[in-house]
């Protein structure tokens, strides 16, 4: 069975600070990964979808790796903002594109 | 303004009810799904459909069931025998490929009173 792990689960940062999330998961049989924000009270927003033929992938200041056969992710963020406080979540995929979700990683980024 | 919407956003419940919980898309999506997330964990699949008339239990699917009858209607209910149903249910959708983004809606918070 799938096992998610994200480490740290929670992390305090200055702004401007450039920050990685790390994520590790048990079963490297995956068809993809995605990340997810999450405020709080609220919905998961999609961030970053990396397909697992795919090395990494990029979208503004974020920054996703994968390490399929590792079983390893990292979620770079580049220059964080107070706006970037949040949980962010990993999800990586089995057959029928369902996502196993790690705990998340509970974000503070102070002004 | 296309989307996922869940309908209420929160909801209360005495024991021994079953409520419905309400996912709709827009979205001309094919698969949809049901999680629940508790405090301080990550999401657990409660049930997926990846066609109307189709669905397939998840990881948690007991004391729950789920219809799908329509494309863009996914409902979810949460019967008596669901022993703990107090949390935060959240629908998401794709297109049906296994490699598709999930797009989330924005939850319903249930709470057993």
């Known amino acids: 069975k799938q096992e998610v792990t994200q480490i740290p689960a929670a992390l305090s940062v200055p702004e401007g600070e450039n920050l990685v999330l790390n994520c590790s998961f048990t079963d490297s049989a995956i068809y993809n990964l995605q990340w997810f924000r999450q405020d709080p009270g609220k919905g998961l927003t999609s961030l970053l979808l990396?397909?697992?033929?795919?090395r990494e992938q990029t979208s503004g200041r974020l920054n996703a790796s994968l390490d399929k056969s590792s079983g390893r992710s990292t979620l770079y963020i580049a220059a964080s903002q107070p706006g970037d406080s949040a949980t962010y979540l990993c999800?990586?995929?089995?057959?029928?594109?369902?996502?196993?979700f790690g705990a998340g990683t509970i974000l503070r980024v102070k002004s | 303004d296309g989307g996922i919407t869940q309908s209420p956003k929160y909801l209360f419940r005495k024991e021994g009810q079953n409520v419905t919980l309400s996912c709709e898309q827009n979205?001309?999506?094919?698969?949809m799904y049901w999680y629940r997330q508790d405090p301080g964990q990550g999401l657990r699949l409660i049930y997926y459909s990846q066609i109307v008339n189709d669905f397939q239990k998840g990881d948690i699917a007991e004391g729950y069931s789920v219809s799908r009858e329509k494309k863009e209607s996914f409902p979810l209910t949460v019967t008596s025998a669901q022993k703990n149903p107090t949390a935060f249910y959240l629908c998401?959708?794709?297109?049906?490929?296994?490699?598709?983004?999930?797009?989330f809606g924005p939850g319903t918070r249930l709470t057993v009173l």
């Open positions: 999800a990586p995929s089995e057959y029928g594109n369902k996502l196993v």
């Open positions: 998401a959708s794709s297109l049906g490929k296994i490699t598709d983004t999930q797009y």
């Open positions: 979205l001309n999506h094919d698969a």
């Open positions: 990396i397909q697992s033929s795919q």
